[in-house]
């Protein structure tokens, strides 16, 4: 039996991780953390998700509740998740993260912390994504620098970064497989007369309306036709599932950093 600790277990993410957790036989609940201040602190996990009490308060110190557990999974904040893997770096802990907008400094200082535990990182932990990763890659490398590529992402009104951290993820996927980096490369707005679309630009856009839980087209167009991989997120049922494979798998690991491909066993 794996036990899990969810950080942001308030969240909309964290509460379907609960729920997630409480279906599978394979796996419990031993912790639950949120945020300094967050009116649920103190409240039953279970409880607050609707599935009845479950014996797990909601804690606002991870250095509380790391005893408790085997992984840490984690959708919060990237300051958040910084703070959470050096506690569960010093605990000597596994972790899930799932945090998207993390960048620069702060994301090598995550990834370095990662690699000395057993830890798996990545912007989607849908199953169907990742496998969507991985055919992005191999259709890009298959029609090479003939084609052009673009990606168009929408997701719900309420979401704080853009592109999303998926989109950036497979803009660096195809990127790479034609030999350009997307840092160079990437265009993320037009307007106005902005001249002829160069044969290097990769452009990604975002749409943000209602309630959308996540969608990622990437458009390959060449000289008269043009293929689009297409994945759309109905819940976030599947995320929750793929963060709890990942925890499940990740415990039994050497130590080091993986992501869901690590996880799919798509390398």
Known sequence: MVRVMVAGAAGRMGRRIIHMVDADSSASLSGA???QGHPSLEQDAGLLCGLGEK?????????????????????????????NIKAVSA???????GTTGMTGALLKEVENLARGIRCVIAPNMSVGMNVLFKVAGDVARILGNDYDMEIVEAHHRLKKDAPSGTAMHLGRIIAGEVGRDLDEVGVYARKGITGQRSDEEICIQSLRAGDITGDHTVLFGGAGERLE??????????????ALRAACWVVDQEPGLYDMQDVLGLR
Do not use: C, W, Y
């Open 33 to 35: 953390l949120e945020r």
């Open 55 to 83: 014996g797990v308060k909601i804690s606002s110190s991870i250095e509380d509740i790391l005893d408790q557990g085997d992984v840490v999974i984690d959708f919060t904040a990237p300051e958040s998740t910084l703070s």
């Open 91 to 97: 605990a000597g802990k596994a972790m899930v993260i």
């Open 229 to 242: 991989l297409i994945h759309s997120a109905h819940s976030r049922d599947n995320f929750a599932k793929g």
